[in-house]
């Protein structure tokens, strides 16, 4: 089955130690977004890309980064996770021509 | 700034009642507009959508939601819950001026009574 396949699921961290989580996508979607979900809110988009073409949203980080190395895979790179940056992120794909998005099951991050 | 409002954070309701989920928006230009509901364990995934035409949209598992305009609506329907039903319900906003950024709302959570 097409899908959007986040590894790890489960990440721990410490304190300012750089963290990277993957995505990949076998529905070969033009738009590859990445969401951070805290407990009991919204989940909120950091960026996406529109095949390489980079939207950082105004109020993301600079902590946060992002790669896209080809259609499959994206990366949300961490560079100095701290406490508040324990969430959910959530991984998702719509194709080029709707914004109907698929989601990857998540990657729950901890900071220690 | 678009935001999206969801009036209930939880609903627990008995086998066959009726549901209907709120949900407004701030926006005013054109609007995509969705439904997503995540099971217990599982990922997010699409109950229904709605970008023009018929402002009552049907969706799957029996549920539809209906978009009025004049008050940036977009509430969801069913009319006999089932236990399955038991999830976190999300609505979900596309502003066709802006891209495929989506906002969605803090979410609902649906607890059915068997």
């Known amino acids: 089955d097409a899908m959007v396949i986040q590894n790890p699921r489960y990440q721990v961290t410490q304190f300012g130690k750089p963290v990277t989580l993957s995505c990949s996508q076998t529905?070969?979607?033009?738009?590859m977004y990445w969401y951070q979900q805290k407990s009991s809110q919204a989940p909120k988009l950091l960026f996406h890309y529109y095949d390489k073409d980079f939207n950082n949203e105004a109020d993301t980080p600079d902590n946060f980064q992002s790669r896209r190395p080809n259609t499959s895979f994206c990366f949300l790179d961490i560079r100095s996770p701290g406490l508040g940056d324990a969430a959910m992120y959530l991984c998702?794909?719509?194709?080029?021509?709707?914004?109907?998005?698929?989601f990857g099951p998540g990657t729950r991050l901890t900071v220690t | 700034a678009q935001s999206v409002s969801q009036h209930n954070h939880h609903v627990i309701l008995s086998e066959a009642a009726s549901l209907e989920l709120g949900c407004n928006y701030s926006?005013?230009?054109?609007?995509?507009l969705f439904w997503y509901v995540q099971y217990p364990g599982q990922h997010l995934q699409l109950l229904l959508k709605y970008f023009s035409g018929d402002p009552l949209v049907k969706g799957i598992k029996g549920f539809e939601a209906e978009f009025i305009k004049s008050k940036f609506s977009f509430n969801l329907r069913k009319p006999s819950v089932q236990w399955s039903d038991t999830a976190e319900y999300f609505c979900a906003v596309n502003a066709r001026t802006g891209g495929f950024k989506t906002i969605f709302g803090a979410g609902t959570r649906l607890f059915v009574k068997a």
């Open positions: 998702a794909t719509s194709s080029g021509s709707t914004y109907e998005q698929y």
């Open positions: 926006y005013g230009g054109t609007v995509n």
């Open positions: 529905l070969n979607h033009n738009v």
